[in-house]
């Protein structure tokens, strides 16, 4: 169990509890940490602090200091496309690589690869309800036709405020953001060339903000209840279809998108 070159290159002579450390450093997570520690080419060699305590991790790698993380579209500008491509290539394959090796004395533990699932340990289905980004995305599918102010000149922005989820069912608001066009005239004072002043109409457009709220129904289908993520399940159709004539909805004008299925509450 004793290695003493780790010991030494890892700094792991002060450790304070003998049975956590073999825990989480068994040999083979010695022997791998070894390896990230002397590798010098294709990783950074010895350039991290890594300390524990409790169940608290710290990592910190030198070499993320130098590393550019902005993504500034500025640095990718180029007349020359095969250089603005190099460029760009090269940029995210040095952000990667930074990253990876800045956790990879994580990586290199065996034990936090081991970890037990969400279900295992709250004895729960993991996303049993969507997430907001999921209703947004259907409501986007629906169309903004279907969402935006009928006084609204451009085009719109949706956002989703979910329920509390009842019954396997969430009522979704979803408000649509854009803005009406208005026309406005204003008459600026011009000298011409007759050596008078002139008033010259001129024509623009204010836009206003208008906003307008309606409600979708959101249900989320069995995973394993249909091959097809886009087709209403076979085996819950029956308790699907209960649910929607609830609020006088016909199947037809149900959207079904990555096994969740969603309509649009008429008259809201």
């Not at 990718?76 to 491509?85: G, I, M």
């Not at 690869?113 to 295992?120: E, F, G």
């Not at 159709?237 to 037809?252: D, G, S, V, Y």
């Amino acid at each position: 169990m004793s290695n003493r070159e780790f010991d030494a290159l890892f700094g792991a002579t002060d450790r304070d509890h003998e049975v956590q450390f073999r825990l989480l450093f068994t040999p083979l997570a010695q022997q791998e940490m070894l390896k990230l520690l002397q590798d010098d080419e294709t990783g950074f060699g010895d350039t991290f602090y890594f300390t524990k305590n409790k169940k608290i991790n710290i990592i910190e790698s030198a070499h993320l200091h130098a590393t550019r993380i902005d993504g500034d579209p500025g640095r990718f500008r180029s007349h020359d496309l095969a250089s603005a491509r190099q460029v760009f290539n090269d940029y995210h394959n040095e952000l990667f690589h930074s990253l990876y090796f800045g956790i990879a004395p994580l990586l290199a533990i065996p034990l936090y690869q081991q970890h037990r699932s969400h279900a295992d340990v709250y004895n729960i289905a993991q996303g049993d309800a969507s997430c907001f980004w999921e209703h947004e995305s259907i409501a986007n599918y629906f169309g903004e036709q279907k969402f935006k102010h009928p006084e609204c000149d451009t085009r719109n922005i949706l956002r989703a405020e979910s329920s509390i989820p009842y019954e396997g069912t969430q009522t979704v608001s979803i408000v649509a953001y854009g803005y009406k066009g208005v026309s406005r005239t204003t008459y600026v004072s011009v000298y011409g060339r007759d050596g008078r002043h002139h008033d010259v109409p001129v024509h623009w457009t204010e836009y206003l903000d208008v906003q307008k709220a309606s409600t979708l129904l959101v249900r989320e289908q069995n995973p394993l209840s249909s091959e097809d993520e886009n087709s209403l399940p076979k085996d819950n159709e029956a308790e699907a279809r209960a649910t929607f004539q609830k609020h006088n909805l016909e199947p037809h004008n149900i959207a079904v998108r990555r096994s969740i299925f969603a309509a649009l509450l008429p008259g809201r």
